[in-house]
């Protein structure tokens, strides 16, 4: 892989990129999972039922080998397929890099790089598609790892800021989407948590998979705060004066354990697939699990 120069993807990440060749080479080796199954019959190659022959069907698929022990022409119908994308949405707004800590969006950008190029080397098409207030302008591959440069210009490009406004761009991208596919949310969740039962419907509503993947940095868990000091908003502008101790801290680390359950339990509800990780975990671990529980890697 020829090397570029980038703000944040260093020679480490992209080594290990390099290093999910073999998994990429395993995933191309099978059918493609771009190739989402359908509810409706079609003449794919996945095998769905038997239907009695009636004159003008299409006779190559008689099911000769029952007509040879029964004597009767049955129909063998299969399960159509149609092509899909994986779209990886990308929150971009102000909370993923709250108090001009880039880590959390530093990794949250790296994973959606990783999760492009392994779709991409299956021959997956990708979409990565940033929000915040808005829907930014999205990125658009075609089935070619290569195109990975593309990803990381893009990427690279992407600067965090404003406020998050989930059901509303889902809301725009439920409208947008051509086709349905897999999609993997990217987010903190921080700013957006209450809309996310209305923006999880809306994702679903549009068909396909939906992974929802709330990244968080090691601060947000345990905050390393203590005596007096005011707080701000990261989105909002709302301050807050407090006295951090022991009890304050316990309180906080009950809150937000409760928030990542909140999460959870709501994504369930939705029909979404739950995943949380800390910035300091191994991007391509989680690469692998996200795209296992998601149904792109199996096996």
């Not at 600067?159 to 596919?181: F, I, K, N, V």
């Amino acid at each position: 892989m020829k090397r570029r120069r980038y703000s944040f993807f260093d020679e480490s990440f992209l080594s290990r990129l390099e290093r999910l060749r073999l998994l990429s080479k395993r995933m191309s080796s099978r059918p493609s999972p771009g190739l989402r199954r359908s509810r409706r019959l079609g003449d794919g190659l996945e095998f769905a039922d038997h239907r009695d022959y009636v004159a003008g069907d299409d006779i190559r698929f008689i099911d000769w080998p029952y007509y040879a022990r029964m004597e009767r022409l049955l129909l063998r119908l299969f399960h159509e397929h149609s092509e899909a994308d994986v779209m990886v949405l990308l929150d971009v707004s102000a909370s993923m890099a709250a108090g001009g800590d880039m880590a959390k969006f530093d990794f949250a950008r790296r994973v959606a790089a990783a999760l492009a190029y392994v779709a991409m080397a299956s021959l997956e098409r990708v979409i990565v598609q940033p929000f915040a207030g808005e829907l930014g302008d999205e990125l658009r591959t075609g089935r070619n790892r290569d195109q990975i440069f593309a990803v990381l210009d893009f990427l690279d490009a992407l600067q965090p800021g404003g406020p998050t406004a989930l059901e509303r761009c889902s809301a725009l991208l439920g409208r947008r989407r051509e086709r349905p596919g897999t999609l993997i949310l990217i987010s903190d969740l921080m700013e957006c948590h209450q809309q996310l039962a209305a923006a999880g419907l809306r994702l679903r509503q549009a068909g396909g998979d939906c992974v929802v993947l709330q990244v968080y940095s090691p601060a947000d868990a345990e905050p390393a705060l203590s005596g007096s000091m005011r707080l701000e908003a990261a989105e909002g502008g709302g301050t807050m004066t407090l006295t951090v101790d022991e009890a304050v801290l316990e309180s906080y680390r009950r809150r937000w354990g409760e928030f990542q359950a909140a999460c959870e339990r709501t994504c369930m509800g939705c029909g979404l697939t739950y995943v949380s990780a800390c910035s300091d975990l191994p991007f391509d671990r989680l690469v692998l699990g996200t795209l296992g529980r998601c149904g792109v890697l199996t096996g």
